[in-house]
């Protein structure tokens, strides 16, 4: 017996004939020294199979659970097993929770420099596989709500609606043509530079014309609500989040993608193809007065060449773009705002998670419709 002389209660470890090793008394925080002797004697015993009874344990700790619990690693790392006996149910539980959370991942091995970059990008191409298949399972979910509001229309929210595209296009509209009137008249004035050499100034019509039309007009506007409204999504979903508020959403039984999502994604399909036909206006604006300003036209010079140089058509491919721009935007802020955990941290890196793959989407998206435009001859 090696408990003779200790006070009742003190944490104690006697070693049985059958070779079990029993606990007894209290192994809590104030019986640190007395617990860390007995987890000492308990790793030195040098048996591989060692058998620990707590049947006797009068009470257990944090402390005295994640004691038992590094002494059980550090068994198992010199090539033993240790089993508890006779654990009451609370007693098991507590070293259940502690072992979950005390474990601790072994050091990740270096690689040689190839090989990481290697093990890099292979990691990011299987991380962005994961997330394609996250935005097409969400696309469902959204579909399906748009199906169930469909089939019960006095459940829309249209209040919500209109709020939300008056947040996106009526309040967005001034920087919209603010920025488009800026790039119009800077492309506008490259332009004429570098045609003048040729005597071709006026050609810059057809220039700016064509490309804000078919391209800038609907990239640009879709950049801009990306860093505006996509953002603003993704910040207030991931704020509801981390006040559960989405979760009181499903505990009172109501969708909260019918709520939350539906709303929003159609605000902002409704919002970008209008955006877009005025920040291509302004465009147009900015280019005229720079065309004129520099190269020498008049307006009704700017105007001809423009009716002459651009259809009905050229505006289409811009606006066809622009719903599909809105529904991606979307897509990737509701999925960002979602994957908001109960942190301040985890709300920035997913709000500039959410405008970096919004942007780059889009600019994927321009140029997937620029292939197909091209190969229809459209």
Known sequence: MLTEGLAPGTASLTEAADGRMRLAGRWTADQAPAVEAAAARIAAAGSARLVVDLAEVERLDTLGAWVLERTRGEVEAAGGTLAYLGARTEHRTLLGEVAIRGEVPPPARRLALPIAVLDGLGRQTARGGREIATGVGFLGEVV?????????????????????????????????????????????????????????????????????????????????VAGRSGSAITAEIGSMRMREEVDALRVMG?????????????????????????????????????????????????????????????????????PFMALTIGLIATIEGFAVEGSAESLGRRVTASVVKSIFMVIVLDGLFAVFFAAIDF
């Open 254 to 322: 109501l969708d909260a993608t019918e709520i939350l999502i539906v709303p929003r994604i159609l605000a902002l399909m409704v919002s970008l193809p209008m955006l877009t036909l005025i920040g291509d206006l302004a465009a147009l604006a900015g280019g005229g007065l720079t065309a004129m300003l520099y190269g020498g036209l008049t307006l009704d010079q700017f105007l001809a060449r423009l009716q002459a140089a651009v259809g009905v058509h050229h505006v289409t491919v811009g606006l066809i773009k622009a």
């Open 144 to 224: 399906a709500a748009c199906g169930r509001v469909a089939l019960r229309p006095g459940s829309f929210r249209g209040t919500a609606l209109v709020n939300q595209v008056q947040q996106m296009a009526l309040n967005g509209a001034p920087i919209i043509i603010l920025i488009s009137f800026l790039v119009g008249g800077i492309v506008a004035q490259q332009g004429i530079f570098q045609l003048q050499r040729f005597g071709a100034q006026t050609f810059v019509v057809n220039l700016i014309g064509l490309l804000i039309l078919r391209e800038l007009g609907v990239l640009l506007t879709a950049i801009m």
